[in-house]
Nanobody
């Protein structure tokens, strides 16, 4: 199995910064992408940012210019630097890994970490 361990959430004032980290461990043959999603109360889970193992990144329009995703392929980690946070960024943030395991594409999620931005 694959485990994703997230860290770095917390409470911050509007305009502040937080850095989320996610580390993957376990049995997976190849990681295709790692990224971050978020879910606010009453909303669906949405993409925040994703990075492929080839170095391609994609961001939600709402976070472009404020958030930066960084992959470390050697360590199987993905970080999300979040700057200029605003209350609309408040959500539970989830790390997601898509990879190949036993010749099948597999998707794994972390347990989630709370980010709260106060106005």
């Amino acid at each position: 199995q694959v485990q994703l361990v997230e860290s770095g959430g917390g409470l911050v004032q509007a305009g502040g910064s937080l850095r989320l980290s996610c580390a993957a461990s376990g049995s997976i043959r190849s990681i295709l992408s790692m990224g971050w999603y978020r879910q606010a109360p009453g909303n669906q889970r949405e993409l925040v940012a994703v990075a492929t193992s080839g170095g391609v990144t994609n961001y939600a329009d709402s976070v472009k210019g404020r958030f930066t995703i960084a992959r470390d392929n050697a360590k199987n980690t993905v970080d999300l630097q979040m700057d200029s946070l605003n209350p609309e960024d408040t959500a539970v943030y989830y790390c997601k890994l898509v990879g190949i395991r036993n010749s099948d594409i597999a998707t794994y999620w972390g347990q989630g970490t709370q980010v709260t931005v106060s106005s």
